[in-house]
């Protein structure tokens, strides 16, 4: 089935350090992938939607200079968290899926630690 | 706006029990209602969807129901195992866009 990958799966970084994570699709195509933010028993809240070759659509409230979206071909997606303070210490998750109205397919998330 | 409303917020059961979650959403263009499972560390994981033209949908030990003109929709886990404690997310899509419930956490006590 489809798989999505994400890596790295924990980082721990000092405050203002810039931090990548990379969402790929594995055995699929996605024009569109998500990114979401998850806080301790808390449910999944969007982020941004990133589309292949086009700009990130940001949620209302998400700051688009802090969270940087690239989505350069149509397997790989990144979220850059820029000048990381220990505020921006969460889970993020990413998803993919084939075409509209399709599952979601998670990849394992990213566990962000900054001190 | 749009919202999915999930109950309980927790669960326990003994195994070999049942358990039920429901959900309702608001957005009557939603046609697609996923549920994932969501183990501690990990990414949700699809366990079973149901689409808004279908009543009824069942996977093994896992049923999903649907009932498009009151906007519900429940999982049923039947024969319950310790392996089904997670976090349990319902959603309801249109198109593009997905809305997630807040989720229940379910412990199967053996």
């Not at chain 1, 990114?35 to 808390?42: D, G, S, V």
């Not at chain 2, 319950?80 to 006590?109: H, M, R």
Request: glycine share 6%.
């Amino acid at each position: 089935g489809a798989v999505v990958s994400q890596h790295p799966s924990w980082v721990i970084c000092k405050s203002g350090t810039s931090v990548k994570i990379e969402c790929r699709s594995l055995d699929f195509q996605a024009t569109t992938m998500f990114w979401y933010r998850q806080f301790p028993k808390q449910s999944l809240m969007l982020m941004a939607t990133s589309n292949e070759g086009s700009k990130a659509t940001y949620e209302q409230g998400v700051e688009k200079d802090k969270f940087l979206i690239n989505h350069a071909s149509l397997t790989l997606s990144t979220l850059t968290v820029t000048s990381a303070h220990p505020e921006d210490s969460s889970f993020y998750i990413c998803s993919a899926f084939r075409t509209a109205n399709q599952p979601q397919h998670f990849g394992d998330g990213t566990r962000l630690s900054i001190l | 706006g749009e919202n999915v409303e999930q109950h309980p917020s927790t669960l326990s059961v003994q195994e070999g029990d049942s358990a039920v979650i429901k959900c309702t959403y608001s957005d009557s263009a939603s046609n697609y209602f996923p549920w994932y499972k969501q183990e501690l560390g990990k990414g949700p994981q699809l366990i079973i969807d149901i689409r808004s033209n279908v009543g009824e949908k069942k996977d093994q030990r896992i049923a999903v129901t649907l009932n498009k003109t009151a906007k519900h929709f429940s999982l049923h886990i039947t024969e319950t195992q310790p392996e089904d404690s997670a976090v349990y997310f319902c959603a309801a899509s249109t198109l593009y866009k997905v809305i997630f419930g807040p989720g229940t956490s379910l412990s199967v006590i053996p």
